[in-house]
């Protein structure tokens, strides 16, 4: 059983940078697996990156590969989701989702979900 909590959503113009976190309650957080995912208005949920216990080797959406980047302090309990070059169509609700696997896949299912932060990017 594990909470999560996103933050760091907001606006920004095209091009900018956003950095998302998600904080996890409880301990043993580094026995799951993570990722984020996001939701635009009248659009399916997308996989967006994941990462594994350790750290090493996210994975990402081909349409955010080069752009974002994930990583995780265990120490802290604390998941991000750094982005730049931002482009309108990164906007969407972005939701932070967890595992307690050692496996990471675009197509995985996730036990635990997180409400959602806002990213919003103007053109």
């Given at each position: 059983?594990?909470?999560?909590?996103?933050?760091?959503?907001?606006?920004?113009?095209?091009?900018g940078s956003l950095r998302l976190s998600?904080?996890?309650?409880?301990?043993?957080?580094?026995?799951?697996?993570?990722?984020?995912?996001?939701?635009?208005?009248?659009?399916?949920?997308?996989?967006?990156?994941?990462?594994?216990?350790?750290?090493?080797?996210?994975?990402?959406?081909v349409s955010v590969n080069g752009r974002?980047?994930?990583?995780?302090?265990?120490?802290?309990?604390?998941?991000?989701?750094?982005?730049?070059?931002?482009?309108?169509?990164?906007?969407?609700?972005?939701?932070?989702?967890?595992?307690?696997?050692?496996?990471?896949?675009?197509?995985?299912?996730y036990n635990y979900w997180g409400r959602?932060?806002?990213?919003?990017?103007?053109?």
């Amino acid at each position: 059983q594990v909470q999560l909590v996103e933050s760091g959503g907001g606006l920004v113009q095209a091009g900018g940078s956003l950095r998302l976190s998600c904080t996890a309650s409880g301990s043993s957080f580094n026995s799951y697996s993570v990722a984020w995912l996001r939701q635009a208005p009248e659009k399916e949920r997308e996989f967006v990156a994941a990462i594994s216990r350790s750290g090493g080797n996210p994975i990402y959406a081909v349409s955010v590969n080069g752009r974002f980047t994930m990583s995780r302090d265990n120490a802290k309990n604390t998941v991000y989701l750094q982005m730049n070059s931002l482009k309108p169509e990164d906007t969407a609700v972005y939701y932070c989702a967890a595992i307690r696997n050692r496996y990471i896949s675009a197509d995985q299912r996730y036990n635990y979900w997180g409400r959602g932060t806002q990213v919003t990017v103007s053109s």
